[in-house]
């Protein structure tokens, strides 16, 4: 006979502060929050009844509900008819800085995987052209790829570098990050100037991502520089914002 689920966040030392001007439902979710990013709870792990929930903290059940449902709103919980409500796999928070996503998800445990989309010589378009500093109409390497973490699609990557910078084998492309291979090539990874911003998805980036159409999507467009000045890469990626966010440090002016 199996034995029954446990309850995970019976293990975990929840409170409130009743005094405080922070909402109640907010200091539970964020309680619970770091304890998916922590992996104190685990992926795939069911918390337990709201109302026993409710019970132990000493709440009203509808506040439990609204801490439990802006987890499933960030994509941390999920509720599943017949199962209840599981934990999913935390978000990535990826530091601004010059790292890949391969190297941010194993970092984070996320266990990253990649669908080479396309691999392939293209003519440089304008903006492509200025982006690298070479001529229009050039050929360069265009390289789609769909990035994924235990099975859910993560991100969408579209790169373009020069040609003959590296050997831009599909089988490794899939195995490994570009930036890995740009490493195991010799060339050192210096600077890059990035962009963030974002946008609503289309009907073919909503269904790469498993998102809605119109679904909010983070955009990032990169320009990779080598040691010597050179541009080596230009990215333009989408990121779906449920499993995906980019952090800041910020200094203050002195």
């Given at each position: 006979m199996p034995k029954p689920e446990v309850d995970p966040t019976v293990q975990l030392e929840l409170s409130v502060d009743r005094s405080s001007p922070v909402p109640l439902y907010f200091q539970l979710s964020q309680q619970l929050e770091a304890a998916i990013e922590h992996g104190t709870l685990t992926p795939?792990?069911?918390?337990?009844?709201?109302?026993?929930?409710?019970a132990r903290l000493g709440l009203s059940r509808p506040t439990v509900r609204q801490a439990i449902q802006s987890l499933v709103d960030k994509g941390l919980l999920v509720r599943r008819r017949g199962v209840g409500t599981q934990?999913?796999?935390?978000?990535?928070?990826r530091p601004l800085e010059l790292s890949s996503l391969y190297d941010d998800l194993e970092a984070a445990g996320q266990r990253p995987a990649t669908k080479v989309l396309v691999n392939t010589l293209v003519p440089a378009s304008a903006e492509v052209a200025a982006a690298l500093g070479v001529?229009?109409?050039?050929?360069?390497?265009?390289?789609?790829?769909?990035?994924?973490?235990?099975?859910?699609?993560?991100a969408y990557l579209c790169n373009f570098l020069p040609p003959g910078l590296i050997d831009l084998d599909t089988a490794q492309l899939e195995t490994t990050g570009l930036y890995r291979l740009?490493?195991?090539a010799g060339i050192t990874l210096h600077s890059a100037r990035q962009s963030i911003g974002a946008r609503a998805a289309t009907a073919a980036e909503a269904e790469r991502l498993a998102?809605?159409?119109?679904?909010?999507?983070?955009?990032?467009?990169?320009?990779?520089?080598?040691?010597?000045?050179r541009?080596?890469?230009?990215?333009t990626h989408t990121y779906r914002p449920t499993r995906y966010s980019f952090e800041f440090q910020l200094l203050v002016r002195t």
């Open positions: 795939g792990s069911l918390l337990g009844n709201e109302i026993e929930l409710a934990v999913v796999h935390s978000q990535v928070k001529a229009e109409d050039s050929d360069v390497h265009r390289v789609e790829r769909l990035r994924l973490a235990h099975g859910e699609p993560m740009m490493r195991a998102e809605e159409a119109g679904a909010p999507l983070l955009t990032m467009q990169r320009v990779t520089f080598d040691d010597t000045g541009a080596v890469e230009y990215g």
